[in-house]
Structure formats: C-alpha cells, structure tokens
C-alpha cells in the first residue's frame, strides 16, 4: 500500500543534469523593426501635431474672417444710422421750406377741394354717363369713367 | 595578546557597520519624511487650487488674460405719428490721450527712458482737426494721468482721419452721438440727452429707461503682449437696443405751429408764445411749440430758459377764455340756457370791487350766448353768482383745472386754483371770467377739446406707443375718460363759441378760417406781479378754439406773453386761424363749404396761370 501511494520519485539522469549548467542555444528572438517603430510614433506625433497646428490655424482664420465681417457690419450700421439721420435733416420742414422759396414758390392759400361732377364707378355710379363727343376732359386718364 | 585585539578590532568594525547602515537608515527614513512632507504640501496646495477654491482660481485667470469691452447700447429713435425722425443716434469719434507716452520713465531697474513722444508735435498735427488750441491739446497730454479725452463726440470721419495719422499715445473711441435731424423742430418736447447718453430734458428725460436700452459685453483672450489671440475665448453679450418712441406729434403741424410762434412773437414784440394743437376725438397731441425755441444739437449755445415747454411748464390766467366753462357749468347745472336773457350793466360792485366790461354800455338784455358773444364780463359774473363758488370750482376741477393733465411730462405744473372755502369775497367773479386762477396751455386746451368731444374729457397724450425689436408698434394703453358735462350742454356751448368767432359781436373774427366753421373764445388777461400783491401792467392774450365747429377734430390754443397790442382777439386769433388752417390741411380735413365743381376749379386755375404769365 506504502508502494502505492508513494509518489515517484525518478532520479535525474546526470547527463540532463550535466547540461542544465551550460549555455543553451535559443533561436534568435524575433526581429524588432525599430525604426519602422520609431517612424510610425514620429508620423503620428507630427501628423497630430501638424492637424492640431493646421486645425487652430484654420480657427483663426475664421476668427479673423468673423471679426472681418463684425467689422463690416458695423460700419454698415454706422453708415445706415448716418443715413437715417441726413435723410431725416433733408426731410426736415423748416429745410424745404426755405428751399421752395428760393426756389421762387410762395405759400398756398386756403384748403380748397373739389366736388366731381359724376360719380366714379369706385363711387358707386350705376349707370353710363355721357361724356360729351369732342370735350377735352384734361383729367380724363385720372377721373373719368373710362379709367 | 594578538587575538584580543583582533577581536575588538572586528567588533568595532562591527559596530562601526551597524552604526552606518543605522546612520544610512535614519538619513533614508529623514529623507523620505521630507519627501512626505513635500508631497503632503503639494498635494494639499493643489486640493486647495483645484477643489476648494477653484473658481476663485479659474476667475483669476480668465482675468489675466481675457479682455472685457463694454458694448454700448443703441438709443432708441424717437419718431413722430407718422414714422418721421426727430431723434435718433449716430456713432461718433473721441479722441483720448495716454499722458504717460509724453513723459520720460524708466525701467523697473532704474534705467531712465525717453519720452516715447513730442506732446507738442502731436498737438500740432490734432489742433486743426479736434478745433482746438494745441496749448490746450499739450495741456492735457502733459497732466499727470493714464487717460485724457481730447475731444467726444466728433464726426466719424475726423476719428478715421486721426486714426490713420498713427501718433503715438494718441488713441479714438467710437460711441454713440444723439443727434435731432431736424433741428430745433420739437426740441422742447423731445428734449435732449447728456454726452454719456443720459436723457436730461423732456421726453428724452421721461422716457429714458424705455429708450437706454442695456449694454452688451464683448470677452476677448489676450496674450500677454496685449494682442488679442484670434483663436482664444470670445463670448458676446450684445446689447440691447433701446425701444424706439412714436409721438402723437405730426411734423407739419408741429412745424407751422412753431413757426406761427416765431412769427408772432416776431410781430406783436411778445415776450414768449405757445401753440398747442389737439385731437379732438383721442386727445392726442398733434403740435406743441413754444418760442424762443432752441436748438438741441446746440443747447450749449441757447438760453437755458428757453428749455422748458412752457405750453406744459408755464401757468398763466386764463382770462376770457375761462367763460366757456363758467357758462358750461351753469348750463349742466339747469341755471342757464343759451337762450335765457339777462340784465347785464357795464359794470358790478362785488367784495367791494368794482367790475367792468370791456367797454361802457347801458344796461342791456343779454341772452347768455349773446354774452359769450360780445365776452362781457359782468354777465358771466351774473352767471357764476347763480351758479355758486362751490359748484363752479367742482366745475372747473373736472374740466381738469388745479392737477396736471396726466401727460407726466418734466416739469408739468397743475395749475393753480384755490379750494372754494379759501376763496375772498371777490374770488367767485374773478375767477368765473379768468382771474384769480391760473392754467398751464395744456389744461385749457384739453378743457376745449373736452368741450367739443361732447363733454367727454380723454387725458391728453403725446406718445402714441413704443416700437421694440419686432418692428411692432405697441400703443400705450387708453387713456382714462370721464363725462365731464353732458353732451347737449357741450353742444350748446360749441353753438355760442361759434357765434363768439362769426358773431357779429364776437370778439373772435379773426380766428376765422377760410372754409371752415370755427369755434372759440379770445382771453385778455392781465399778469399778476411777481413781487407783490396785484396785477401788472402787462398781459397775456389768448385764443383757444375748435374746428371744424359742428363736427369738431382739432382744437388748437394760442397764448401770447406780453404781446404789443395785447387783445387776445387781435393778436392771438389771427395766430389760431393760420395754425388751424395749416393744421386741417395737414390732417386732410376737408371744408364745410360746399366744393367748387372740377370745371370752376379749372377755370380758376387757367385764370391764375393767365395772370401769372401776363
């Protein structure tokens, strides 16, 4: 039973002994492309670099182009409120006033108006009015019935 | 002999190793303490910046490095009824200094630096632009500050002028520049802003909070050379435009009204004059002039009482004009008709004083619309003792007497009228024809308007409503309205005060107006003294009236300060005629009369041309 359950215990040949104290041949470890490594790191780095630059600078480029375009629209507001403004002083009452005069008119006198003498169709009018064949109506294109 | 000392030799050097690598130990152990104590500090340092205090941190360095500009905002424009523009903002240069760029310095170890510019030379080359004396211009270069203003508020093409000069410690500013296009058209109504924007007069004053707006923030990055980095933080608050204004005001009447003023104070040699002009059926004002007037892009040079709107400002006694409402209240009051007859004498004894009409007359049977009709005094004094001082005043305190008219315009005044259980014997028949109390144009134009709107009293306004972002005009909200007398009672004073103006007697004729039925009651008061007790020598003249007269849609005031002659019906009437008038035409009231048939019309022109060129 001892025989049994004893565990093996198988001696070591000497010759297997003998060779674990020397050199052993390996194969040669795999090759290492070492530049191709460094390269590859050296791109990425760059080419990070290189979009982050290309990036930032295309940010600027916008920026400087949205200042631009800030800028011109502000000058574009100074110039319509400048606008605004001389339109308004040429608009002003006082200013034709005195224009008219020198120009030699002079100031109209009471509010008159007048009554027409037929109803327009826009009035109304129902019926045809005769205009009288050969009477030159001055207003004709304006108040006549065949407008 | 040779093995002991062998043996102590081993264990010193035994001891020796110990004490070494014990030494090497504590050092080791002091060394790494102070490594602890190190990281200990760091790591506490850096949980005190990042975690307890990081935004303290992180606000001190944005400010280090970013660059705030205020933003200003844009005024709002102010407009009349029909969208012209009476005031609105421009941008303009200042031009700054930087004293420091003129004077020697040195470096922080001691090195002393030249002045980085000529003060004077710079002087030379800006004086004929800013207008200065270069004096004046190396003066404030030379002071003892950071920052000088050389100049605010200069066109914007003088600030690109100096600007592309380059000069050293010179620099230019844009801001705002609140400009009046037209002139001194409106200017004590629209008022006018200080130079940093502010309103300081009128309704550039009353209205300011609604036209200032908020500024806006402009957050840039800087480097540290000062240049800002096109890529870096750039947060933009803009700012909030103010709200553009539309008045009541129409520019053509309020040009001939302040031109009639001009005139008038022109040809009578009076002392001021104001014009007010209303809508009959909104109480809107349509003109409100005074004179002398002012211009607001030149205040500086104008005097400063010229400021004021004396139409809402000044009080004066209403004088005659004041019947209408004496008559009005005893008519509501049942006490009168137009048509009840009175025995009116020449003169009348009240108080101890002694009152007259304008001129001697036996004792005559005068119906009340014939008293409104030939203005007698002590026939409205008849009147108004009928009617009581109590009532009268209730009156008059309705019509809108005593309180400012709701306008709520800088500087309003209300009036004066006494309460009636302050009133002298003689209170009740001074006041009942106009003295003895005292109005601003306002309130007695708005007693007329509430006249002719068949007693409907409607709280003036002079801003139709705000313009905002969305283009939209928003009204302001409708004005409060009372029944001040009934509408038969206003329609029977408008009948008289028509006689007053057409009447064969009225005093009004000159207030006619050529195709139009008018209405309306001259005034000639006497001005009370400033010092003492009484009245002066000199006067006020007045008219106020309505047209056109059976369907009333203006009502148009005139007061005339010391005119030369100082009746009201022949200084102040031809005054109302022209503005009303001017006033009808503008708002495309047409006249009463019947038209002229298209061929009279042509007629007529043909024979004005033919004369013309003959």
């Known amino acids: 039973m001892s025989a049994a359950t004893a565990p093996l215990k198988r001696a070591r040949p000497s010759q297997e002994r003998g060779r674990d104290r020397h050199l052993q041949v390996v194969d040669e470890p795999p090759k290492r492309h070492t530049l191709v490594y460094l390269l590859a790191i050296v791109m990425v780095v760059a080419g990070t670099v290189f979009g982050a630059v290309a990036l930032n600078a295309l940010a600027a480029g916008s920026s400087v182009d949205a200042r631009r375009l800030d800028a011109y629209v502000l000058e574009a507001e100074r110039a319509y409120a400048q606008l605004v403004a001389d339109v308004a002083a040429l608009e002003d009452p006082a200013r034709i006033r005195a224009a008219a005069f020198d120009l030699g008119l002079v100031p109209a006198g009471p509010g008159r108006h007048v009554a027409l003498e037929r109803n327009l169709p826009a009035d109304g009018a129902t019926t045809t009015v005769e205009v009288l064949d050969g009477t030159a109506d001055p207003l004709k294109p304006v108040l006549s019935v065949e407008r | 002999m040779t093995g002991q000392p062998r043996r102590r030799r081993v264990t010193a050097a035994r001891l020796r190793t110990r004490s070494g690598v014990q030494l090497a130990v504590r050092r080791i152990r002091l060394t790494l303490g102070i490594y602890g104590l190190l990281v200990v500090i760091v790591v506490g340092q850096l949980v005190h910046i990042q975690v307890l205090n990081a935004d303290e941190y992180a606000d001190r360095g944005v400010r280090q490095r970013a660059r705030t500009i205020d933003l200003p905002s844009t005024r709002g424009r102010i407009y009349d009824r029909d969208g012209d523009v009476l005031a609105t903002s421009i941008q303009a240069a200042t031009i700054y200094g930087d004293p420091r760029a003129f004077r020697p310095s040195e470096t922080p170890d001691g090195t002393p630096l030249p002045a980085g510019a000529d003060a004077v030379a710079v002087a030379q080359e800006l004086a004929p632009l800013l207008g200065r004396d270069p004096d004046d211009i190396v003066q404030r270069l030379t002071r003892d500050a950071h920052f000088v203003y050389l100049a605010r508020q200069l066109d914007h093409e003088v600030g690109v002028a100096i600007r592309d000069l380059n000069l050293p410690g010179i620099g230019v500013l844009t801001e705002p520049h609140r400009v009046y296009p037209a002139g001194g058209l409106a200017g004590q109504v629209v008022g006018f802003t200080g130079i940093d924007g502010e309103g300081l007069q009128g309704l550039e004053s009353q209205y300011d909070s609604v036209l200032r707006g908020g500024p806006g923030m402009l957050v840039l990055e800087r480097a540290p050379g000062g240049l800002d980095i096109a890529s870096g933080i750039r947060e933009l608050v803009p700012p909030e435009p103010g709200t553009d204004l539309v008045l009541t005001l129409d520019r053509e009447i309020q040009h001939a009204a302040e031109r009639a003023a001009i005139d008038a104070m022109d040809e009578y040699n009076a002392r001021g004059a104001s014009i007010l002009v209303m809508d009959v059926a909104t109480s809107e004002v349509l003109g409100m002039a005074s004179a002398p007037t002012y211009d607001p892009n030149e205040r500086n040079d104008a005097d400063r009482a010229n400021w004021r709107n004396r139409a809402v400002t000044d009080v004066f006694e209403p004088g005659s004009t004041q019947k209408a409402l004496t008559v009005a209240a005893a008519i509501e009051e049942g006490i009168v008709s137009p048509d009840t007859e009175l025995a009116v004498p020449d003169h009348l004894r009240v108080g101890g004083k002694r009152f007259t009409d304008a001129y001697p007359h036996a004792t005559e049977q005068w119906s009340v619309a014939d008293i409104m009709e030939r203005s007698s005094n002590i026939g409205t004094i008849t009147i108004a003792q009928e009617l009581g001082g109590e009532v009268l005043e209730s009156y008059l305190r309705e019509f809108g007497y005593g309180r400012t008219s709701g306008l709520n315009f800088p500087g309003e005044g209300p009036g004066l009228l006494m309460p009636h259980d302050s009133w002298w014997s003689t209170s009740l028949p001074t006041i009942a024809i106009g003295q003895g109390v005292a109005v601003t144009l306002m309130q007695l134009a708005s007693a007329y308007a509430t006249i002719a709107n068949a007693g409907?009293?409607?709280?003036?306004?002079?801003?139709?409503?705000?313009?905002?972002?969305?283009?939209?005009?928003?009204?302001?909200?409708?004005?409060?309205?009372?029944?001040?007398?009934?509408?038969?009672?206003?329609?029977?004073?408008?009948?008289?005060?028509?006689?007053?103006?057409?009447?064969?007697?009225?005093?009004?004729?000159?207030?006619?107006?050529?195709?139009?039925?008018?209405a309306g009651k001259t005034g000639t008061a006497r001005k009370p003294n400033v010092d003492t007790r009484g009245y002066s020598s000199e006067y006020v003249a007045t008219f106020v009236g309505f047209a056109p007269a059976d369907d009333p849609r203006l009502v148009v005031a005139v007061m005339l300060d010391e005119p030369r002659p100082f009746y009201g019906g022949v200084v102040a009437a031809p005054v109302f005629s022209e503005v009303m008038q001017a006033a009808l035409i503008a708002r495309r009231i047409p006249p009463e009369s019947a038209g002229r048939s298209l061929s009279e019309a042509l007629e007529d022109a043909a024979t004005v041309a033919a004369d013309a060129e003959s």
């Open chain 2, 456 to 518: 409907v009293a409607i709280q003036p306004r002079i801003v139709r409503g705000t313009v905002g972002d969305d283009g939209r005009l928003t009204p302001t909200s409708a004005p409060a309205q009372r029944q001040v007398v009934s509408a038969g009672t206003a329609e029977q004073v408008q009948t008289m005060l028509e006689r007053a103006v057409s009447g064969d007697h009225g005093t009004g004729a000159r207030a006619a107006v050529s195709g139009y039925r008018v």
